[in-house]
């Protein structure tokens, strides 16, 4: 079946280390997006990407670093800069980023935890 | 400064009933809506999404209403069932003929269909 892939589910980081969350797509898309999610808020973006070996910020990319070096993956990294890390991720993909009218399908989230 | 806003933060409706969920939005360029559904720990699922072009989108038991004048769009769910209880989530995006395409998520409503 088509769909998204996150992983881990569930991960736990001590304080001032840098780790990567996986998200592999095989739905074809162009587009790939990572999210954070916290309590009492809507979804925000950190980074997006458009194609391979391209990817812009987003709304709070600092603290983030991505790569896109194949078009099903898409890895974000959590830095040690980055200063509230804990939170829910999501990954998604869409068809196309510069399509109107387009729906972007997401994973099933990735909880970070620093201790 | 919120760009798409859901005033409720919770609702609770009896099942059977008619859930109306409601989300404003401020920017005019917006010209696609879409509506979210998220369980707990899970990633969103697409619900339901209308184009500026429409005031009205139904699918089952899901209907999205498009208030361009008042930059309104509402959510119906008829009947509610248990099922459907989780946070939704409005989102919307513009598309600059190829510059943007970014999706603006609201904070999201929690639903509690009760039996």
């Known amino acids: 079946d088509g769909g998204i892939t996150q992983s881990p589910k569930y991960l736990f980081r001590k304080e001032g280390q840098n780790v990567t969350l996986s998200c592999e797509q095989n739905?074809?898309?162009?587009?790939m997006y990572w999210y954070r999610q916290d309590p009492g808020q809507g979804l925000r973006l950190i980074y997006y990407?458009?194609?391979?070996?391209?990817?812009q910020k987003g709304d709070i990319a600092e603290g983030y670093s991505v790569s896109r070096e194949k078009k099903e993956s898409f890895p974000l990294t959590v830095t040690s800069a980055q200063k509230n890390p804990t939170a829910f991720y999501l990954c998604?993909?869409?068809?196309?980023?510069?399509?109107?009218?387009?729906?972007?399908?997401f994973g099933e989230g990735s909880w970070l935890t620093v201790v | 400064d919120q760009q798409v806003k859901q005033n409720s933060p919770s609702l609770s409706v009896q099942e059977g009933r008619i859930s109306i969920l409601n989300c404003d939005y401020t920017n005019s360029m917006f010209d696609y809506f879409l509506w979210y559904k998220k369980y707990p720990a899970e990633g969103p699922t697409f619900l339901i999404s209308?184009?500026?072009?429409?005031d009205k989108n139904e699918d089952g038991r899901f209907t999205v209403f498009l208030n361009k004048s008042a930059k309104h769009l509402s959510l119906h769910i008829v009947p509610s069932q248990p099922g459907d209880s989780a946070v939704y989530f409005c989102a919307a995006s513009q598309n600059y003929g190829g510059s943007q395409g970014n999706l603006i998520f609201g904070k999201g409503t929690k639903l509690s269909v009760k039996p």
């Open positions: 739905l074809n898309h162009d587009a």
């Open positions: 209308i184009s500026s072009i429409k």
């Open positions: 990407s458009q194609i391979v070996n391209d990817f």
């Open positions: 998604a993909s869409s068809i196309a980023r510069d399509t109107s009218g387009n729906t972007i399908y």
